[in-house]
């Protein structure tokens, strides 16, 4: 599925960082691809590099950080990968 720019929000900002959340009606595979959110940056750069974007999809999530933004292109990198919602059921903690 692509990108949705509905689903992209603003969670916080404050010193020219931006914090984002994008919820997706899709697996969360394609999300952390090179080029899956170059529309939010058309016509004018949204997306700024230091930027990070926490995504939830399917049951699942991660955090990506802007590497590289101009206008319609956008590079991230993952900074980190949730398991599904199933995987982290049998392996919470209890206290």
């Known amino acids: 599925m692509a990108y949705r720019a509905n689903d992209l929000n603003v969670l916080a900002y404050a010193n020219g960082f931006t914090l984002w959340h994008y919820a997706a009606g899709e697996d969360g ?9 170059n ?3 058309d016509p004018w750069p949204t ?8 995504w939830t999809a399917g049951g699942s999530g991660g955090q ?6 101009a206008a319609g292109s956008v590079a991230v990198a993952a900074m980190h ?3 599904p919602a199933a995987e982290t059921a049998s392996t919470r903690i209890s206290g």
């Open 29 to 37: 595979g394609r999300i952390a691809e090179q080029g899956y959110f």
């Open 39 to 41: 529309a939010a940056n």
């Open 47 to 54: 997306l700024k590099p230091g930027d990070w974007i926490l």
């Open 64 to 69: 990506l950080i802007v590497t590289d933004s």
């Open 81 to 83: 990968r949730m398991p």
